[in-house]
């Protein structure tokens, strides 16, 4: 698929049907996420696969969002083997996290997975339910899977400001 059009279709699914999604699949779409540079080339990301029935309910009691998705992905960051910037009072762990998502999430459109990055869930909540290392911070969660019949994007999903109110040029 074109890039265009893998960013321009992509959305948020909130409804999915019970077709499995193959391992294949899944393993194209996190080798996408191993390839996300990070900063210094730290690759701090870790990410957990959920599938089995009694780990997805864990899911379901974090959040309502997994929408009946079969394939739910942990995304989290090792806290300990971040770049810390000049200043010391920031580091890469969130961003570099997010763009290992965002790979997940595009590749997962480029594979014919559906997807949706989910943050409405309480992240400690979700490493004391997995049994996270001490050391990992969740970013976030992903579901995947297929959309089910009749499911789309989002009546606003298409809504886009100009750029002419979100970029400047200095």
Same mark, same amino acid.
């Given at each position: 698929? *074109?890039?265009?059009?893998?960013?321009?279709d992509r959305y948020s699914c909130k409804r999915y049907s019970d077709k499995p999604v193959a391992k294949? /699949?899944?393993?194209?779409?996190?080798?996408?996420?191993?390839?996300?540079?990070?900063?210094?080339?730290? !690759?701090? !990301?870790?990410?957990?696969?959920? !599938? /089995?029935?009694?780990?997805?309910?864990?899911?379901?009691?974090?959040?309502?969002?997994?929408?009946?998705?079969?394939?739910?992905?942990?995304?989290?960051?090792?806290?300990?083997?971040?770049? #810390?910037?000049?200043?010391? /009072?920031? *580091?890469?762990?969130?961003? *570099?996290?997010?763009?290992?998502? #965002?790979?997940?999430?595009?590749?997962?459109?480029?594979?014919?997975?559906?997807?949706?990055?989910?943050?409405?869930?309480?992240?400690?909540?979700?490493?004391?339910?997995?049994?996270?290392?001490?050391?990992?911070?969740?970013?976030?969660?992903?579901?995947?899977?297929?959309?089910?019949?009749?499911?789309?994007?989002?009546?606003?999903?298409?809504?886009?400001?100009?750029?002419?109110? #979100?970029?400047?040029?200095?």
């Open positions: 698929m *074109d890039f265009t059009e893998v960013v321009r294949e /699949k899944i393993e194209e779409i996190l080798e996408a996420g191993r390839l996300a540079p990070t900063a210094k080339n730290l !690759q701090e !990301q870790h990410i957990y696969v959920v !599938q /089995k029935p009694e780990d997805l309910a864990k899911i379901d009691a974090l959040t309502p969002c997994r929408y009946g998705a079969p394939v739910v992905l942990i995304v989290a960051f090792d806290k300990t083997n971040v770049f #810390t910037y000049p200043g010391g /009072k920031y *580091d890469s762990g969130v961003e *570099d996290a997010a763009i290992v998502a #965002t790979h997940l999430t595009l590749a997962a459109k480029n594979a014919g997975v559906d997807s949706c990055w989910l943050n409405f869930f309480d992240p400690d909540k979700a490493a004391e339910l997995f049994h996270l290392p001490e050391n990992e911070q969740v970013l976030m969660l992903l579901d995947l899977g297929y959309a089910a019949e009749g499911a789309g994007p989002l009546l606003n999903h298409g809504k886009r400001k100009p750029l002419a109110e #979100t970029v400047t040029y200095l």
